[in-house]
C-alpha cells in the first residue's frame, strides 16, 4: 500500500488542523492506521491509531482529548484532527499502516510509510 498525507502548515497555538492520509490500493480496510510525528532532533513518537473497522482508537497520552483519529474506509483515507494545538506539537507527521493487529503503539510494527507533513505551531 502507498500512502500520501497532507494537510500541515502553520498555525497559531490553540489553533486546528487536520491532517489526511490517502493510501492506494483495494485492501485498505486490512490494516490497522497510525499516525506518527517527529520533531527536529528527536526519535519518531507514536500520536494515535485506528483500528481496521475505526471502531477502536488508540492515543498517545500527550495528545488525548485533543486529537482525533478517523478514517474512512470506502474513500481510503485515515484523519487526523488536531484541536488546541500547542507549540510541543510541531513535528513533521507521518502516517503508517499495520497488517498485524497488535503493538499499535511501537513504529516497528508498521511497515508502510507516507512522506510526511510538517506542522509548525507557533507560540
Known amino acids: 500500500v502507498q500512502l500520501q498525507a497532507f494537510g500541515g502548515g502553520l498555525v497559531q497555538a490553540g489553533g486546528s488542523l487536520r491532517l489526511s492520509c490517502a493510501a492506494s490500493?483495494?485492501?485498505?480496510?486490512?490494516?490497522?492506521m497510525g499516525w506518527f510525528r517527529q520533531a527536529p532532533g528527536k526519535e519518531r513518537e507514536f500520536v494515535a491509531a485506528i483500528s481496521r473497522s475505526g471502531d477502536i482508537t488508540y492515543y498517545a497520552g500527550s495528545v488525548k482529548g485533543r486529537f482525533t483519529i478517523s478514517r474512512d474506509n470506502p474513500k481510503n483515507t485515515v484523519y487526523l484532527q488536531m484541536n488546541s494545538l500547542k507549540p510541543e506539537d510541531t513535528a513533521v507527521y507521518y502516517c503508517?499502516?499495520?497488517?498485524?493487529?497488535?503493538?499499535?503503539?511501537?513504529?516497528?510494527?508498521?511497515?508502510?510509510w507516507g512522506q510526511g507533513t510538517e506542522v509548525t505551531v507557533s507560540s
Open positions: 490500493g483495494r485492501t485498505f480496510d486490512s490494516y490497522v
Open positions: 503508517a499502516a499495520s497488517s498485524d493487529n497488535t503493538n499499535w503503539g511501537q513504529k516497528y510494527n508498521y511497515k508502510y
